[in-house]
Structures are given as C-alpha cells and as structure tokens.
C-alpha cells in the first residue's frame, strides 16, 4: 500500500489553481498541520534595507500568487516533492516598517516559533537585509554550534559595512553574518558577482575572509563550473549543513525585471535553474529568496520565477 504524501495538496482538477487562499506553491497553512513540517515557508515584507528602488516588501504576496501554478513533481530530479517533504506556509513575520534592526530580530524570534528544532527554515522577501534574521535561526537550529556554510546566488557580494550611516542594509547581511559567526566566509561561495562596483575594493573584504567568490564571467568564460563543482563536492562530502540564499537580481533583468537593483547581464531563468539543480546533495537546512519587486514586474515574471526557484530549493533539500 502506497504511503500518503507528506504534504497534502488541493486536488487541481477539484480545486482549480486560480482559486482559494494564495498560500506558497498551494501549501497547506501552518495551523492546520497536526506534526511539525520538515519546511516551513514564511515572508518577511520588509523593504526597509534598500539602497535603491523600494517596492520588495510586496514580493511575499506576489509570490504567493504566481507560486500557484508551481507542480509537484520535478522532471529532472524524478521525485515529487510533496511525497519527500511535509512543507506548509506560516505566513508573515511581524516587521517594523522603520527599523532594519528590529524587523531582523521580529523575524528571527518569529521564525524560531515555527514547528520545533527539526523544522527547516526558508523565508521569502523582502530586501536582502530579511537574511540575516533567518540565518539567525538556522544557525541556532541547525548549526549545532558551528558557522554555517553558505550557497549565496547574486549580482552583488552584500559585504558592505555601512551605508549612509546604517550597519543593517540589504548591502551588508553577510558582513553582519560573518561577525557573529552565523556563516564561516571559508564555506561560503558567492555565484553570478557582476555589473559595474562603486569602487576597485568592493571585493576585498570578501576575498580577504576568504570567500570563494565566482563572477558571472569567470561562470561563463573561465574555470568557473569547475570552481563551482569542487566547492559542492566538498560540502557533500562533508555533510556540513548549508545555507542557500537567492537573490533574484543575479539573473539578467531581461528574464526578471521585478526587482531594486537590476543589473545587466546575468543568468538566463533556464541557467539559474541548472546551477541550482547542480546543488543537490547538500545537506540544505535553510534558505531564503529575495528581492522581488512587484512593481517593476508588469507581467509577473519575476514573481513566477522565484516562486520556481523555490520550488527548486526545496528539490535540493529532497
């Protein structure tokens, strides 16, 4: 006798997918579970920490609306989720529109209550700055006392340590990260860095904590592939828990044009998808995706791709 899948969804041919609750990829709420999940979803609307174009406090909810159409089963990976995992939405965490700090720290507390120790952690912005109050948590669930290695996808290295007088921007999460020991930089490798910087030292920091940091050039038109694959090997090697952050800006703005700080020249949709299906295999205990920007996003592009690369995230954790 087949087992239940670990998470219910609504029958597509009785409960048509532009109808109901918008919920993250149709996923039952928190509380109508009767176990803790294995994954639990939740937004963090806040946009506070930008530099640029406001707007990504509303990617949550578009998001949640486009993710509608996201399906179970993964042609690549040949599993369906759904059978794999128990994942639900837990909604929003409570922000404060005028404070980075202490939305990080509202966030973090908040998540901390969702389902028990077990439970894995993904949050959904939001600007870049709604990671380090997920980082937070997963270090405190799932670091067992160690720095977490990290899988970060972007245009931008967001090691900047203050902007305009403020140490908490989605310019700096990783800084901050580093400096509470959150994330080992040793075990971080930052994918799809790209577009013109505001100084030659942009990087240093990085590369000074060592850092393995792949351009999209060196991606494109060097040994970045290779970079890549030696830096997963060693974390499935090692069993060492991972952390993956998406920023959605590291795709090309013609692909996702939904978002603050576009920059020009990045990963088409079908290669950001491949790079992280070449992920699988680590032990994944957390992950966020951010920086989607409703307003830039008439067609809702954007919104449907990171709601994929959710979806995707998850196929990994699977």
């Known amino acids: 006798m087949a087992e239940p899948p670990k998470t219910r969804l609504p029958n597509a041919r009785q409960f048509p997918r532009f109808a109901g609750i918008s919920t993250f990829c149709r996923f039952p709420l928190i509380e109508t579970l009767e176990t803790p999940p294995d994954w639990a979803l939740y937004g963090i609307p806040f946009d506070g920490g930008v530099t640029y174009r406001p707007g990504a406090r509303f990617g949550p ?6 993710s509608a159409y996201v399906k179970p089963y ?14 639900c939405d837990a909604g929003d965490a409570p922000v404060r529109p005028y404070s980075t700090r202490e939305t990080q720290q509202a966030a ?36 067992g006392g160690r720095p977490l290695a ?27 990260a580093i400096e509470e020991n959150l994330i080992d930089p040793r075990q971080m490798l930052s994918v799809g860095i790209k577009g013109p910087l505001n100084t030659a030292t942009d990087l240093d920091y990085g590369r000074a904590q060592g850092i393995e940091l792949v351009t999209w050039a060196d991606w494109k038109h060097r040994s970045g592939v290779e970079r890549i694959e030696r830096f997963l090997e060693r974390l499935r090697q090692s069993g060492d828990p991972v952390y993956l952050t998406f920023d959605i800006d590291s795709v090309d703005p013609a692909y996702a044009p939904g978002t603050g700080t576009p920059s020009i020249g990045g990963f088409t949709s079908a290669e950001a998808l491949d790079l992280l299906r070449t992920c699988r295999g680590v032990n994944l205990v957390g992950a966020d995706v951010v920086e989607v920007l409703p307003a830039m996003d008439p067609a809702g592009i954007t919104a449907l791709l990171a709601a994929h690369i959710i979806f995707e995230i998850l196929c990994i954790a699977a």
């Open 74 to 87: 993964h042609l690549e990976h040949d599993l369906n989720l759904a059978e794999r995992l128990s994942m």
């Open 61 to 66: 909810r578009a998001i949640r609306e486009q």
């Open 150 to 176: 990290v899988l970060h996808f972007d245009s931008h290295l967001d090691t900047v340590d203050v902007a305009w007088g403020e140490k908490y921007t989605h310019a700096s999460p990783f800084i901050r």
């Open 108 to 143: 973090c507390d908040f998540a901390l209550g969702l389902g028990d120790a077990s439970t894995r952690l993904l949050a959904v912005g939001g600007d870049h700055s709604i990671a380090l109050a997920n980082l937070r948590a997963t270090q405190q669930r799932h670091g």
